[in-house]
């Protein structure tokens, strides 16, 4: 009895976690960057290195795992990450499994407070999206208008990778 409740449960998880799955990768194609890959977001790694090795793109996730309660992750500015303060902090994250949406072509700054001397800082440059495919298809060249097809393509995405983050925190706290 207790056996197949269990299991019926960790189905339901699976269930949950191929839908949040299908949701962020399979219909959307964006990307979640978990920063430090398997090492996570720790002391002593050279964050740049990682960062360097992918191309972040409008729409896409940036994702910090960390041991809770021991580190967080704050989106500041370009001299905050230089000098490790917060004084132009525009965001923090604590759940120790944080999902952010990248959201604008731009460079994003984050640091982690009490390990930034220790390497906990990372900028990753968010590149606009690539002409969308249906533009891609329909118009051989059409150049100069892409920056606008873009960006009405934005909102979209934005959505689904909302939705399919909410469906993996709602499956981890299931169990
Ligand atoms: C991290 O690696 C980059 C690229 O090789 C290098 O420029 C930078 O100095 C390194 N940072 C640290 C703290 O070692
Ligand atoms: C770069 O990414 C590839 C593919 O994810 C990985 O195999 C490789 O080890 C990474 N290199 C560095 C320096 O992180
Ligand atoms: C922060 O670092 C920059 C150099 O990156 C320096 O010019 C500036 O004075 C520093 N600001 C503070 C408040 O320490
Ligand atoms: C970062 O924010 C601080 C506080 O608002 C400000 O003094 C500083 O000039 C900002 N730096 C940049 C590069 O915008
Ligand atoms: C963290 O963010 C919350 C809003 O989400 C804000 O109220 C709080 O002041 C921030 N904490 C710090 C230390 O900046
Ligand atoms: C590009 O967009 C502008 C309006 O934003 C429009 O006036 C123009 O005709 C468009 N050009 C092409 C080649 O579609």
Redesign the pocket.
């Known amino acids: 009895m207790k056996m197949s409740s269990s299991g019926g449960l960790s189905f339901l998880r699976l269930l949950l976690f191929i839908c949040a799955a299908a949701s962020t990768t399979t219909l959307v194609g964006a990307t979640d960057h978990i920063v430090g890959a398997n090492r996570g977001w720790n002391p002593g790694i050279n964050y740049t290195l990682w960062a360097n090795n992918q191309t972040f793109y409008v729409g896409d996730l940036i994702s910090f795992r960390y041991q809770k309660n021991q580190y967080n992750a704050f989106e500041v500015n370009?001299?905050?990450y230089?000098?490790c303060?917060l004084?132009g902090a525009v965001g923090n994250w604590s759940s120790g499994k944080d999902f952010i949406l990248l959201d604008k072509a731009k460079r994003y700054y984050f640091i982690c407070p009490n390990g930034c001397f220790n390497g906990m800082k990372v900028s990753v440059l968010v590149h606009p999206l690539p002409s969308p495919p249906t533009a891609a298809a329909s118009s051989g060249h059409s150049s100069s208008n892409k920056t606008a097809a873009s960006g009405q393509a934005v909102s979209r995405p934005g959505f689904f990778i909302i939705i399919g983050a909410l469906l993996v925190s709602l499956s981890s706290i299931w169990v």
Request: glycine share 0%; aromatic share 14%.
């Open positions: 370009e001299t905050d230089d000098n303060t004084y």
